[in-house]
């Protein structure tokens, strides 16, 4: 059987005024039908650039993207990304925002009831029926972001792209989308990719966690394999063996194998910021002992 998401050779180059920057070298990866795969690393990894070549947003310098058997070249409506930022038009409804999305897919496919009954559905999907008429700046960060999720579902992708989709939310309110997620991922069996800085992040939603190796001519390093049994409770997880151990492996890989290197303008910085505090402390010690 062939692979469902074939991620081969890339290569991704860009120039700058000082010459060409290699952002990307020979990234391999497959991906089949369902998964959910969680990219992370450090700042600067290029996982945003894996991401943006899957979309068709970034065409690589060399290799390529292979979906079902045909080469990605271009945005379209079988790849839908959602954002860190939700990227809703503030004059328009929750609603309203998901029927954009709905027209261009389906436009001479759906009549108005059917199109209705799917915006409806797929607010439903995320929890956001109730708030379908208010807009943007009437709902908090993380129901915004739920109509960001139900705007990208409602193209009925095959592949959901997802960058940091929970990085400027509260830990609770995060909580709650990754819940969410989880559930809309079983019933629907959407391919997802999902960038993450969150450890424990990835290993509650994922089936692999690609991490990647520091940049510049960033590759994949290491692929681990979750086999933790779905549904996943996080309360459950939180004394589980194997989920500890997959935590760990992550995190030794971030900040062992690819500790990332303070820059030494920042270490002097750091180091003259030390001295001055030495001093200060001096200082106190002079006064309290007079």
Known sequence: ?????DISGVDMVFPTPKGTFTA??????????????????????GKSTVLNIVAGLYQASSGGVILKNTEVNEPGPERAVVFQNHSLLPWLSAYQNVELAVKQVFAGKMNKTEMKQWIEHNLQLVHMDHAMHKRPGEISGGMKQRVGIARALAMQPEVLLMDEPFGALDALTRAHMQDSLMEIQSQLNNTVIMITHDVDEAVLLSDKIVMMTNGPEATVGEILSVGLERPRNRLALAQDAEYNR????????LYEKQRKVE???QSKQASKMQDISQQESHKDVKVSSS
Do not use: A
């Open 24 to 45: 990307l070298k020979d990234v391999n990866l497959k991906i089949n039908q369902g998964e959910f795969i969680s990219l992370i690393g450090h700042s600067g990894c």
């Open 246 to 253: 997959l935590r760990s492996e992550v995190l030794k890989f």
């Open 263 to 265: 820059p030494l303008i």
């Open 1 to 5: 059987m062939s692979t469902f998401l």
